[in-house]
């Protein structure tokens, strides 16, 4: 997603081409699909990852010149709603057998199932459209994520303006990933995620960003509140009944942005996030939040690259410093470092196979008798995809976990204490 | 779970998966979408983002079409199939999805390239669209620029006529004839 403003003149030139291109009715969000009458194929080298098009297509604020014609022709100037619901939807459903329990922290109470039919193991309903000639909004909403019925989770939801007063700086304002400057985790091939991101607490949240390209650098530039996507806090104190809600829990926000720039074949950036995150209280394991707000830092290192549309190739490495951040030791600095790395190989429009390793060294939360010791990975997940259609295709995976397990020690039931292999087959298909 | 039970499910997991994907993959290449081309009059090169396809009537893949890669300065050809024959004028296609589902069939404009005298273009000349093609028709000398956007127009309803534009390509592009000034 990362493109220079070189390519984005070329991207211009190239949608000006397909304007003449007829409309009927493409992508993980087939929406679009649909909407200008192209194959998934022009936007995913392989669903749900992107080829260059495709990444060129969200860099351009998700629309296409045409994108009028699939309004509803009321006349009014001022009105472009879309002809039709603008709908997509994604599910995923797996079974998995997989080393791993549930060890109550605490207590060290142990529960366990080996095998588990995780169908569905998720439900997407996705939304987007143009709505003016700059601004377009996205949203989707998990039903049953992970299978949890009855709940339902909105993740992405944002308005973006592609050219703020006319400086040719875009905005975004609304829930999104911080992580999302460098690799968006949906468009992944592996079931396994992008653990450092969600380790380093940098994945959704609520804020605004600000992007430009200048020259052949990119940037990105935005606040968030800092706290996630759960926390709020309910505004009473007017009186009796008043409606409104918080989503911050405190008054300072997080920084972040990110420079990035191509040397040649390589994409390259540099992402930072500075901000506050509640301290973590003495004991439970370090279940409880505390009452102190504390720095967080983040400094990240990206790089990617293809190897003609068939490999693509891609890098990341997170460094933390969580100051103060246990009640137990206040006076000190957290560090630790993770990443990951991984291969997508497509030898043809029926396969692809995927290898992703994730590492993460808890570093100064090692050994401090909480939860934050599981900041501890070493796996590489084995993906192959069928794809029975562009849009439908079957998984295997296998996860092995490189880690040793570690005994019980301390207070509590801390750490690696379990492996994490998995095998994992199912279906992922949007429609 | 013991290493081996995980063992044996890794084995069984990735023995079904290759069963269901090879049976499933002895009718792949049948079922991969691909784009039939067809012109009239036959035997034109055909002319794709990976440069030369071959020649009329011809089967394509659609990644052929839809490239994952391709190199910055033929970005105008993603997504579009261009059409040359000597002594016809080079037709350049945006590929629909109607178009992969039915094929693609090109009447080529042979009479203008024959009665102005000249070979077909060799260039790639691949900016010329139809609607382009609709748009700027060669001029003829001395015409005068009301005539020529008539000749434009009756361009546009024999493409219509030919089934070679959607209605709405026709009526998109007749908008923008009447709408540019003289």
């Known amino acids: 997603m990362h493109l220079t403003h070189h390519a984005r003149m070329r991207f211009i030139v190239q949608i000006a081409v397909l304007w003449a291109a007829s409309l009927q009715t493409a992508w993980a969000m087939p929406e679009f699909a649909r ?200 505004i009473n104190s007017p009186g009796y009944r008043r409606p409104d809600k918080m989503f911050d829990n405190d008054n300072s926000k997080t920084v972040f942005g990110r420079i990035g720039t191509e040397i040649g074949p390589v994409s390259l950036g540099l992402f930072g996030a500075s901000g506050k995150q509640r301290s973590i209280a003495l004991g439970n394991a370090g279940l409880d939040s505390g009452t102190r707000n504390t720095n967080k830092h983040v400094v990240g290192l990206d790089l990617s690259g293809d190897f003609g549309g068939k490999t693509y190739w891609y890098a990341q490495y997170l460094w933390n410093r969580w100051d103060g951040f246990l009640d137990a030791n206040p006076g000190r600095d957290y560090r630790w470092q993770g990443g990951f790395a991984g291969v997508d190989y497509l030898p043809d429009e029926r396969w692809a196979f995927s290898l992703l390793y994730n590492y993460a060294d808890a570093g100064d939360l090692a050994n401090t008798d909480t939860i934050y010791e599981g900041i501890d990975m070493n796996s590489l997940s084995l993906t192959a995809s069928y794809y029975f259609m562009r849009n439908v295709k079957a998984i295997a995976e296998v996860n092995v976990d490189f880690l040793k397990k570690t005994p019980q020690t301390g207070t509590y039931w801390t750490g690696h204490l379990t492996k994490e292999n998995y095998v994992l087959f199912g279906f992922d298909a949007a429609f | 779970m013991r290493r081996s039970e995980t063992g044996r499910r890794l084995t069984v997991s990735a023995l079904l998966f290759g069963v269901l994907a090879v049976q499933h993959g002895a009718a792949a290449d049948l079922t991969l979408r691909k784009l039939r081309i067809e012109s009239e009059p036959p035997g034109a090169e055909v002319l794709l983002i990976g440069g030369k396809a071959g020649h009329t009537p011809l089967t394509v893949g659609e990644r052929a079409i839809y490239p994952n890669d391709y190199p910055d300065k033929l970005a105008h050809l993603y997504g579009t199939v261009t059409l040359r024959r000597a002594g016809c004028e080079t037709l350049v296609h945006r590929v629909t999805l109607d178009d992969i589902e039915r094929g693609l069939k090109l009447k080529l404009d042979c009479a203008v390239a024959d009665a102005r005298g000249t070979p077909a273009p060799q260039a790639p000349a691949a900016e010329t669209t139809i609607s382009q093609a609709a748009r700027t028709p060669p001029a003829i000398p001395g015409e005068a620029l009301s005539q020529r956007r008539l000749r434009q127009l009756q361009v546009l309803q024999e493409l219509l006529d030919e089934g070679l534009i959607s209605a709405p390509d026709e009526q998109r592009i007749r908008r923008r004839l009447l709408d540019t000034p003289f």
């Open chain 1, 35 to 234: 909407r200008y009458s192209l194959s998934c194929a022009a936007c995913h080298s392989a669903f749900p990852r992107l080829n260059k098009f495709g990444e060129q297509f969200v860099a351009n604020n998700m629309r296409l010149p045409n994108w009028k014609d699939g309004t509803v022709k009321t006349g009014d100037d001022l009105l472009a709603l879309p002809a039709y619901p603008p709908l997509a939807v994604r599910a995923q459903a797996y079974v998995q057998a997989r080393d791993g329990k549930s060890i109550d922290p605490v207590t060290g109470a142990t529960d366990s199932a080996t095998t588990d039919f995780q169908s569905p193991y998720l439900i997407k309903l996705l939304s987007s459209a143009p709505l003016s000639d700059n601004i377009t909004y996205y949203f989707y909403a998990i039903l049953a994520e992970k299978g949890a019925n009855g709940e339902a989770l909105v993740e992405d939801a944002w308005f973006r303006h592609g050219d703020i007063f006319g400086s040719g700086i875009s905005m975004q304002l609304g829930q999104f990933q911080l992580s999302d400057l460098m690799f968006p985790r949906e468009t992944r091939l592996p079931f396994q995620d992008f653990m450092a991101y969600r380790m380093a607490g940098i994945t959704y949240d609520r804020g605004v960003l600000f992007d430009r390209d200048i020259g052949p650098f990119e940037f990105g530039l935005g606040l968030s509140n800092g706290n996630g996507i759960t926390d709020n806090l309910n």
